[in-house]
């Protein structure tokens, strides 16, 4: 078992690499375990405009570098390994990782969330023949194409008009009459002579050959149902935190948010959650970052708490 770690920190999105730079200057050893990429949901998000420090537009990869160089210089280590699994032992985390397994006395949880499904016939189907959850990543594929965008947050709003910039026509369906996006976003959007917005609205189903070639959609209200022409659907209904590798420690049942006090600290002592899979976050990059520093900070106090205590050998 591996023991040359003081923190572990489970993710490699804003929040762990936020994390990763307060510990490493800390002088505390730091690996982050990251299974896929790091940046996380950032590195699809193409608009970010409300990310302090930077009055003009920056994208999530740019971003993502920016902090993951930051995180390097101080000495952060990170390992593309998957996380399979959380115990505890005496106090002591046991981390499973694919490819060893790890023991700190602090972790610091910061597994972010994977795109909620629409869960409609077709959608698995067409998974990468025209269904996206990434505009930033396949939006390219869509030049002079027609569209759909389904949701009506912040996501479906940003990427729909980051989507005008390829596609010839972007239709944002939502299935209420009321947005919860950001005003300036859906001010911005409005004003696009590419959106075409459609309220009241479900999608039933996504359908094509080959490819996505429509969708079916029914209006909520009138339960009119339409074949909506296109060859892109692209699905922004939220997100599902990994919580999946913690079996039953903290959660009854996998998909839910772990709970946290102040100091991001859980339910066990030295075990922090971060950013999209705490409950109660706000789901912000600038409140992930900040989530990730407060967890780093409480870190530190408590592996000093626990020298002192000789609970800690180094
Ligand atoms: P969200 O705010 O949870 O919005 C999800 C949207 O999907 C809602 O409009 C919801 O409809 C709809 N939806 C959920 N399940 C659905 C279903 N089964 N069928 C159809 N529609 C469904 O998620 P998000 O847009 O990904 O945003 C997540 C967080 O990230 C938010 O806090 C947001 O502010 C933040 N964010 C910020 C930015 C930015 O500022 N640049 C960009 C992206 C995200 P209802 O409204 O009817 O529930």
Redesign the pocket.
């Known amino acids: 078992m591996n023991k040359d770690y003081d923190v572990i920190i489970v993710g490699g999105g804003p929040a762990a690499l936020a994390a990763a730079v307060y510990t490493c200057r800390a002088l505390l050893k730091t690996v982050i375990f990251e299974k896929k990429y790091l940046g996380g949901q950032l590195v699809g ?1 193409e ?4 990310y302090p420090g930077f009055p003009e537009v920056i994208s999530g990869v740019d971003l993502t570098q920016r902090m993951e160089a930051q995180a390097k210089r101080f000495g952060a280590e990170i390992r593309y390994e998957e996380v399979l699994k959380l115990g505890i032992e005496n106090g002591l985390k046991i981390v499973t990782t694919d490819a060893n397994t790890y023991a700190s006395h602090a972790v610091i949880l910061a597994a972010g969330a994977d795109p ?1 499904k ?2 409609v016939p077709g959608e698995k189907e067409f998974y990468g023949k025209g269904v996206s959850y990434c505009a930033t990543c396949d939006g390219a594929f869509f030049r002079d194409k027609d569209v759909v965008v ?10 729909g008009i980051f989507l005008t910039k390829y596609a010839k026509t972007v239709q944002i369906i ?3 009459n ?5 005003k300036i ?1 859906l001010d911005e959007a409005f004003s696009n002579p590419k959106i075409k917005v459609t309220l009241d609205t ?2 039933e189903s996504i359908h094509g050959t080959e490819k996505v070639e429509g969708v079916v959609t029914q209006n909520v209200l009138t339960k009119e149902k339409k074949d909506i022409p296109c060859q892109g659907v692209f699905i ?4 599902v935190p990994n919580t999946g590798f913690l079996g039953n420690l903290l959660c009854v049942d996998t998909g839910c948010h772990i709970e946290t006090n102040i100091h991001m600290e859980t339910a066990i002592e030295g075990l922090y959650a971060v950013g999209d899979i705490r409950k109660n976050s ?4 600038a409140t992930a970052v900040g989530e990730g520093v407060t967890a780093a900070i409480a870190s530190e106090h408590k592996l000093a708490e626990l020298k002192a205590l000789s609970k800690v050998k180094k």
């Open positions: 998000t608009l970010i405009e409300n909620k629409l869960d389904i949701g009506g947050g912040d996501s479906a709003i940003t990427e939502h299935r209420r009321e947005f919860r996006a950001t976003y479900v999608i922004f209904v939220g997100s706000y789901r912000q990059i």
